[in-house]
């Protein structure tokens, strides 16, 4: 199976294990991850001004582009995920936005909002199976007691995102299961861990982050993961009352897959 990849800015630079450890599993997992040839930055941020048409371009060619090569877009940074979705949204429900941008960039085509956006743990749920993941696994995770960290992007606004259930989701629980770990169940799993408030007051982001780290590590979590890079530097770098470590989900997934020797 073939899906047209965006990356984003991040995972090209302080996020390159998300992106590495997820091109290595998808090899072994029989997924093709075809790089767009010419993406730029989605914004990171989704804009919210009605009339703001300029910051969504970006996203939007992401789109055109994978609709072009007939593919799915496949996305990983739960940032990137959240704003090329919103975008996506737009395109199919807003007229107003929609005239505007396809007049901008003029295209042979216009662009409706056709393109369907994956992230890849969706892909791996719904398009590879845990039950095939279970199957691939050469070193299951045994024993390891791992708590999954959602965060604000990937599960809200509820009704376009579509991921999972905003306030009890299951797709990383299970997919702790299927590399053979232990899931950890804990109240603030989808708690927002203060986002870019640490730009503005570092000691929003440390108190949000240790109530999290407080409550996974409470339920006897031996590590936390996540998809976010965000997430990850907010909790690696500010939840500085817990020695647990905070690892990307695609790294377990590569460790269980044998791709990696711890």
Avoid at 223 to 252: H, Q, W
Wanted: hydrophobic letters at 35%; aromatic letters at 8%.
């Amino acid at each position: 199976m073939k899906f047209s990849y965006y990356p984003g800015c991040t995972l090209k630079n302080k996020a390159s294990e998300l992106d590495s450890y997820a091109r290595k599993s998808a090899e072994v997992l029989g997924v093709t991850m075809e790089e767009l040839e010419e993406w730029q930055c989605c914004g990171a941020v989704y804009p919210l001004a009605k009339d703001e048409i300029a910051t969504k371009l970006s996203s939007v060619r992401a789109l055109v582009s994978a609709r072009d090569k007939g593919n799915d877009l496949l996305t990983l940074c739960s940032a990137c995920h959240h704003v090329i979705k919103m975008v996506n949204n737009d395109m199919q429900t807003d007229e107003d936005i929609r005239t505007k941008v396809n007049n901008y960039l003029g295209l042979d085509v216009p662009y409706e909002g056709e393109t369907k956006v994956v992230h890849y743990l969706e892909m791996l749920r719904d398009s590879v199976g845990f039950d095939e993941i279970k199957k691939k696994v050469v070193k299951p995770l045994k024993g390891v007691k791992i708590a999954p960290y959602y965060g604000c992007l990937l599960l809200r606004p509820s009704k376009v995102m579509a991921f999972d259930n905003p306030e009890n989701p299951t797709i990383m629980e299970d997919f702790i299961k299927a590399v053979g770990a232990e899931p950890v169940l804990y109240p603030y799993r989808n708690e927002c861990c203060g986002g870019y408030t640490v730009a503005e007051d570092k000691r929003i982001a440390q108190n949000k982050c240790n109530d999290i780290l407080a409550s996974a590590v409470g339920k006897g979590a031996d590590m936390v993961i996540t998809a976010c890079p965000l997430c990850m530097y907010n909790l690696s770098k500010n939840g500085t009352d817990f020695d647990v470590p905070v690892r990307y989900f695609t790294e377990i997934l590569a460790e269980a897959l044998g791709l990696k020797d711890e």
